[in-house]
DNA sequence: TCTATAGTTCCAATATATTCGAACTATAGA
DNA sequence: TCTATAGTTCGAATATATTGGAACTATAGA
């Protein structure tokens, strides 16, 4: 297996985004990865949910543009597309990270 | 019939505003509102959907919270919920606003 | 080469959304 | 009181999402 496919920034949509968002545990991944600040492993993250379901929303936070993953050996290494996404859509994703930063 | 009830904006979840904002007729919507700034009947927003297909995206973004019915007569006035949005999700609204206004 | 680990894919079950015609409600105005 | 208008609700068809177990792939390390 090699380096798994994301879309290029330009084809990148806000309605993508806005439902990638719209579920908790995708909006929790994605909350996680901001505060880390760093790529972090599927396992890492620790929602008690199976691995297929979390595949699952890893699958679509990568569709959507907002998640980026680095196959290094045996682990998925998930970082955010926070600049890319930032500049494309200024002040969407920040604002989000913002809103659930806070409880 | 009286006037529509809504949901109180502490009520309101940012999942619910994501959802209602994932879809590109309701996006348009929201758009039109914020673009006009000022209360728009249904009818006036002219996408060509047919009524039934209006009234659910406007229940969704009713029940998210994004937009306040109020009835006059008969006919139905809608606006943006933006001002108590942005104070309980600063920014949120306004950089996709902003993100839907540039083509 | 064997085994454990990380994650994906496949599958089926269930749940939720979308669409739109038709029937309905409420009001304004003749 | 009748009619036209604005919008909602209902119902059924279709589409899309979510969930999780089981099988699979790829790699690291013994």
Redesign the interface.
């Known amino acids: 297996m090699r380096q798994i496919k994301h879309p290029p920034i330009e084809q990148v949509e ?3 985004i ?2 990638a ?4 545990a995708r ?1 929790e991944i994605v909350g996680l990865l901001a505060k880390e600040g760093r790529q972090m492993t599927c396992g890492e993250l620790e929602l008690n949910r199976p691995k297929s379901s979390m595949s699952h929303h890893f699958k679509i936070l990568r569709s959507a543009g907002l998640v980026e993953t680095i196959i290094d050996g045996k682990e998925h290494l998930n970082s955010l597309r926070l600049a890319e996404i930032e500049q494309k ?4 994703l ?3 990270l ?3 930063a806070s409880p």
């Open positions: 806000l309605t993508d806005m439902y968002l719209s579920d908790p909006l859509f200024p002040g969407v920040n604002a989000v913002k809103a659930i």
